[in-house]
Every structure is written in C-alpha cells, then in structure tokens.
C-alpha cells in the first residue's frame, strides 16, 4: 500500500515564486491535514480537511491555499513564495471514526527552499 | 504561544537502560496524546497514545504515563535499543468530533540510544 504520497519530495523556488505541494492517499480517508517543521517548533498545523469540499485553517495558515475536490487529494498551494516558508512540510491522513483511536498517517515530507 | 511543550531537546541513554521522555500542556481542552517517532528523511510514525481518562497506557517497551492535574506525560521505553534512537513528538488532540485532523506538536526531543 503507498499509503500518503507527497511530490515533490525537494523543491527549491526564488521568492515570489507560486507552486503546489501534491498530498495523494489510497486509504480512503476523510481527514487530511498539512503541518510545516521548522526547528524547535515541532510540527505546526497549516490546514486541514474533514472531507471533500470542506477545509478550514490551522495555527499558521497566511500564504498557503488548499482545496479539497476528491477524498484522495489535498494539494497545498503558496501564493507567493516566501523565504519564511523554507521548511520541511508534512501531509496527513486519518479516517473518520467513532473515536480518537485511529492516528494520522503521515507522508515523508517535502522539503521546500526559498532563495 | 506553545501549548505543547517538550523542554528537553534530547536525551543520550545507555542500550539496555530506561528513557523516559517528558511533555507538558498548556490547553485544559485537550483530551487525547498521542506519542510519534520520526527517522531522518521521514515522516512522523505514530507510536503510543493515552486518552484523558486513563493515567497509563502500555504497549510492549512503550509506556505512557499521564498527569491531567499537572497536564503532563511522559514516555517511557524500556529496555532502551539502538533502534529507537529517533526524534520523539508528544501532539495532543482537543476534545469534540471534529478534531481527528487537528494535532498540535511539541517540539520534539533527539533520543540517542548508544549501543
């Protein structure tokens, strides 16, 4: 099973600079998240989607768009690159059940740099 | 403003011996905590997790102990292996239906396991 898949896994990009950060997962799961790691901060919440057509913001959404069209898909989009933005960025996933005991499944992460 | 916080950015432990690691909260409305591994190069990989109404959770060498009227965990791995030498996240989830997407990461602690 792929599991989460995230393309590309690097990119480098010149401020100012748009692109999208590609999220796939085969598991059929509702829930989908995107989290940046900078260092020592751990992993913060950018946006997240409960379903297909449903998205809402995290703790740090300014300069990234999502949408979410299909179950499987939930790419992430910058704007307008900023080097703020370098970071590690990790897509997840998880199923929507009665309770808390499924955990989010992650993908191996995209490292973006902006010069 | 961390709600979530792991005040030891690492811990060196002997193979064979006890590595607890610890983490602190902030948010009385979190209700679920949930413990992630992380290898170089990949993404976090869930662990161990503890709901608010429990103050132990066992699974094989991990252990997770929490603290509600201090609002704090802590992992304990024991016997420690080479295999677990990793970066360890504490997240934490609130309370309510929607929140499977929402977890909030400490920042993370470097555990080297030394053979």
């Known amino acids: 099973n792929a599991g989460v898949t995230q393309t590309p896994k690097f990119q480098v990009l010149k401020t100012g600079q748009s692109m999208t950060l590609q999220c796939a997962q085969d598991?059929?799961?509702?829930?989908m998240s995107w989290y940046r790691q900078d260092p020592g901060m751990g992993l913060r919440l950018i946006h997240y989607?409960?379903?297909?057509?449903?998205?809402d913001q995290g703790e740090v959404p300014n300069g990234y768009n999502v949408s979410r069209s299909t179950t499987e898909d939930f790419p992430l989009r910058l704007l307008s690159a900023a080097p703020s933005q370098t970071s590690v960025y990790f897509c997840?996933?998880?199923?929507?059940?009665?309770?808390?005991?499924?955990?989010?499944?992650f993908g191996d992460g995209t490292r973006l740099s902006i010069l | 403003d961390q709600q979530v916080k792991q005040n030891s950015p690492s811990l060196s432990v002997q193979e064979g011996r006890i590595s607890i690691l610890n983490c602190d909260y902030t948010?009385?409305?979190?209700?679920?905590f949930l413990w992630y591994k992380k290898y170089p190069a990949e993404g976090p990989t869930f662990l161990i997790s503890?709901?608010?109404?429990?103050d132990k959770n066992e699974d094989g060498r991990f252990t997770v102990f929490l603290n509600k009227s201090a609002k704090h965990l802590s992992l304990h791995i024991v016997p420690s292996q080479p295999g677990d030498s990793a970066v360890y996240f504490c997240?934490?989830?609130?309370?309510?239906?929607?929140?499977?997407?929402?977890?909030?990461f400490g920042q993370g602690t470097i555990l080297t396991v030394h053979p």
């Open positions: 997240a934490a989830l609130p309370a309510g239906g929607t929140s499977y997407g929402k977890l909030t």
């Open positions: 989607s409960v379903g297909a057509g449903i998205t």
């Open positions: 503890i709901s608010s109404i429990k």
């Open positions: 598991m059929n799961h509702e829930y």
């Open positions: 997840a996933s998880s199923p929507r059940t009665g309770t808390k005991n499924q955990p989010q499944h």
């Open positions: 948010n009385s409305m979190f209700d679920y």
